[in-house]
Each structure stands twice: as structure tokens, then as C-alpha cells.
T-cell receptor, first 111, second 112 residues
């Protein structure tokens, strides 16, 4: 079963605009990670935020985590055509557990 | 520093056959996880190996089995292939629990 649910399922914006994707999950977590996937190939890790953190930045990426609402958001600022990809959130619970992924948000950046 | 590598890149099999996929983890990583990603879906956790033993398993039948070698590389075996096993199979490695998992490029399996 998939714990994370990304919203929206698809997003199309103009180059230079900001893109925001949301993720909701159901159970307690140790951390939440965001990944990017191009054309159905391997996943590229973007950022990891731990359950005791509220916000993290990495370059043009900003991730927030609200454990009370069991939700996270990924903001990509000043989008570029190369940002076109599918974005997944994945949660990791306690213990020796695998990552639980959502279905992803497909982001299209129009030039 | 080589990242996670997987072989083969693509594979075509027929129903009922068996398949073995291979993964070499990132240098310094001793934990390997396998995921199945159907078209249009997010990856689904199959199992995780650490110290040559299966440590955690997702909701997959016994037809899916694995192995980890002393050099931390890993194999995923699927027996009695079904059409529904067609998917992208991803391997990920991590140096410890709770750390970032690094994914390989995947093996695309097509079952005819």
C-alpha cells in the first residue's frame, strides 16, 4: 500500500515560475524524502527532512514538514525546463523499514 | 565514486520463466533494498538486505526472493513470472537505517 499521496497529480507551469507540490501521509515517520524521476528511470534524491525538522533548503528547493498534519510540501523556485520530471515523496518509519512512496506529481515546465 | 549500478538494463521474459536481477551498492553502503515500480505508480518496497540477511519485507509473494553477497551486492529473483510482474525494478543502497537511500537506474522487465 502507498502511504504518501502527492498533490497535484500533474502540474504544468511556465519556465521561471515557482512549483509547489504537496504530500500527505498516514502514520508516524522518522523522516520524509523527496525524489525526482526522469522518463521512468532511476530516482534522484533531492532532500531528506527528519521528523523533528520543520523546514530545509537545498539550492532552489525548499521542503516543509508538518507532522501534526502529516503533510509536507516541496517548492521549486525559478523553475527550468530541466526540472520537468515526476516528483515523489517517500516516508521512512521506525525500525528496519523500506521507503513508502506516493504516486508522484508529474511536473511539466513549459519554455 | 561509482553510484548504485544495476544489470541488465532491459529484460524480456515469458510467463512462467524465472529471472535474476543484479545490484551493486554505492561504495561504503552495506544495506540494499529492492523496489518494484509499475507504470504510472510510485515504487513499492519488496525487501531489504543487511549482513546477507533479509531484514524487512514488503507485501510481495514468495515468488520474489533475494540474496546479498559478502561484498554487499545483491540479487533479486522472481520465479514463475506473471504478466503483472512487468515493471521497473529499482535497487537502492544506504549506509545505515534512516539515511538517504541512493537508487540505481533500474532494470525494466517485460513479461510476455
Amino acid at each position: 500500500s502507498q502511504q504518501g499521496e502527492e498533490d497535484p497529480q500533474a502540474l504544468s507551469i511556465q519556465e521561471g515560475e515557482n512549483a509547489t507540490m504537496n504530500c500527505s501521509y498516514k502514520t508516524s515517520i522518522n523522516n520524509l524524502q523527496w525524489y525526482r524521476q526522469n522518463s521512468g528511470r532511476g530516482l534522484v534524491h533531492l532532500i531528506l527532512i527528519r521528523s523533528n525538522e520543520r523546514e530545509k533548503h537545498s539550492g532552489r528547493l525548499r521542503v516543509t514538514l508538518d507532522t501534526s498534519k502529516k503533510s509536507s510540501s516541496l517548492l521549486i523556485t525559478a523553475s527550468r525546463a530541466a526540472d520537468t520530471a515526476s516528483y515523489f515523496c517517500a516516508t521512512e518509519g521506525g525500525g528496519a523499514d523500506g521507503l513508502t512512496f506516493g504516486k508522484g506529481t508529474h511536473l511539466i515546465i513549459q519554455p | 565514486d561509482a553510484g548504485v549500478t544495476q544489470s541488465p538494463t532491459h529484460l524480456i521474459k515469458t510467463r512462467g520463466q524465472q529471472v535474476t536481477l543484479r545490484c551493486s551498492p554505492k561504495s561504503g553502503h552495506d544495506t540494499v533494498s529492492w523496489y518494484q515500480q509499475a507504470l504510472g505508480q510510485g515504487p513499492q518496497f519488496i525487501f531489504q538486505y543487511y549482513e546477507e540477511e533479509e531484514r524487512q519485507r514488503g507485501n510481495f509473494p514468495d515468488r520474489f526472493s533475494g540474496h546479498q553477497f559478502p561484498n554487499y551486492s545483491s540479487e533479486l529473483n522472481v520465479n514463475a513470472l506473471l504478466l503483472g510482474d512487468s515493471a521497473l525494478y529499482l535497487c537502492a543502497s544506504t549506509p545505515n537505517i534512516g539515511a538517504t537511500q541512493y537508487f540505481g537506474p533500474g532494470t525494466r522487465l517485460t513479461v510476455l
